[in-house]
């Protein structure tokens, strides 16, 4: 069965940390670009950070640079996003996505989250005091 599965979200406080985790399985992300989006209830996704695996590039939202990093375990077929310095207006659902023969800046901004091979069910990420 081919799927991507989130973990790690979860409730932090303002200025903390947490790490998500998007496990894929029943194929490798060797061919693929990896992106997390993030959506609220009635907003439209948003590109976050996407990580291309035939070359390395990475994008980043501008509300989010500096503060997030993607990278990537072969081994474990698993990709990262690594959220320091949390906001509160970080709060949303976050899901991460793949897509072949395409570009990092095509798949978190051009795209819009549409037309994605594989999605996740999402993790919801949690910033208040």
């Known amino acids: 069965q081919l799927q991507l599965v989130e973990s790690g979200g979860g409730l932090v406080q303002p200025g903390g940390s947490l790490r998500l985790s998007c496990a894929a399985s029943g194929f490798t992300l060797d061919y693929y670009v990896i992106g997390w989006f993030r959506q609220a209830p009635g907003k439209e996704r948003e590109g976050v950070s996407c990580?291309?695996?035939?070359?390395?590039?990475?994008y980043y939202a501008d509300s989010v640079k500096g503060r997030f990093t993607i990278s990537r375990d072969n081994a474990k077929n698993t990709v990262y996003l690594q959220m320091n310095s949390l906001k509160p207006e970080d709060t949303f659902v976050y899901y991460c996505a793949v897509l072949g023969n395409s570009t990092v800046q095509a798949m978190c901004v051009t795209s819009r989250g549409y037309g994605m091979d594989y999605w996740g069910k999402g993790t919801l990420v949690t910033v208040s005091a």
């Open positions: 990580i291309s695996s035939s070359d390395g590039s990475t």
